[in-house]
């Protein structure tokens, strides 16, 4: 079983930077595939970014080149770096553990708030 808690986030003026963590209890931490996923209010829970347990990623193409993902497994947390933050980012950003990648996550993290103003 994979218990996760979220750190890193707040609240940042567009054009900022955080660094959202997400650490993990449990054994089988190097063997999932670990998510980061947002929901804004009134829409749907999206899949922002995803690393596999051998390190391969995959973004959301509104992220892409702003936001990056990875992993140390030594310490069971993933990570991620986001850049050049807009407005439009603002979302409650979950973590999730998935086994194998394209399976819904099994566990969630509680969640943590990202606020990027104008």
């Known amino acids: 079983q994979v218990q996760l808690v979220e750190s890193g986030g707040g609240l940042v003026q567009a054009g900022g930077s955080l660094r959202l963590s997400c650490a993990a209890s449990?054994?089988?931490?190097?063997?999932?595939?670990m998510g980061w996923y947002r929901q804004a209010p009134g829409k749907q829970r999206e899949l922002v970014a995803q690393?596999?347990?051998?390190?391969?990623?995959n973004y959301a193409d509104s992220v892409k080149g702003r936001f990056t993902i990875s992993r140390d497994n030594a310490k069971k947390t993933v990570y991620v770096q986001m850049n050049s933050l807009k407005p439009e980012d603002t979302a409650v950003y979950y973590c999730?553990?998935?086994?194998?990648?394209?399976?819904?996550?099994?566990?969630w993290g509680q969640g943590t708030q990202v606020t990027v103003s104008a």
């Open positions: 690393i596999t347990s051998g390190g391969s990623t």
């Open positions: 449990g054994s089988t931490f190097s063997l999932v595939a």
């Open positions: 999730a553990a998935s086994a194998p990648p394209g399976n819904p996550p099994f566990a």
